[in-house]
């Protein structure tokens, strides 16, 4: 049974940085991706960075492309997302996701099975 924890999410000024993480538990040696998404009121879920598990690789949104960072710390099975220079528009619920498989560049919700239950990033001026 997956079951991926996020934190660190919260309330900053426009121009500063958080970062989350999650913690990963049952990830099994046949899930190739981890994930962030994120989701505004009234908006699509939107894909912002993802990591594979084999490779190492990442890949991140058009949107938040040099301004956000993904790792993982593969002894404490915790994903992570610095995200820095933050604006309004950045405010959503943060995800993060795992699968079995995925076309990792794309970026695409579908792939992902397992969720967490998100963190809260509110970015006010």
């Known amino acids: 049974q997956v079951q991926l924890v996020e934190s660190g999410g919260g309330s900053v000024q426009v121009g500063g940085s958080l970062r989350l993480s999650c913690v990963a538990s049952?990830?099994?040696?046949?899930?190739?991706?981890m994930a962030w998404f994120r989701q505004a009121p009234g908006k699509e879920r939107e894909g912002v960075a993802g990591?594979?598990?084999?490779?190492?690789?990442?890949y991140y949104g058009d949107s938040v492309k040099g301004r956000v960072t993904t790792s993982r710390d593969n002894a404490r099975h915790v994903l992570y997302l610095q995200l820095n220079s933050l604006k309004p528009e950045d405010t959503a619920m943060y995800y993060c996701?795992?699968?079995?498989?995925?076309?990792?560049?794309?970026?695409?919700?579908?792939?992902?099975?397992?969720w967490g239950q998100g963190t809260q990033v509110t970015v006010s001026s």
């Open positions: 990591f594979g598990l084999r490779t190492g690789n990442t």
């Open positions: 996701a795992a699968a079995k498989f995925c076309r990792l560049a794309l970026l695409l919700s579908d792939d992902y099975k397992d």
């Open positions: 049952g990830i099994t040696l046949d899930y190739a991706c």
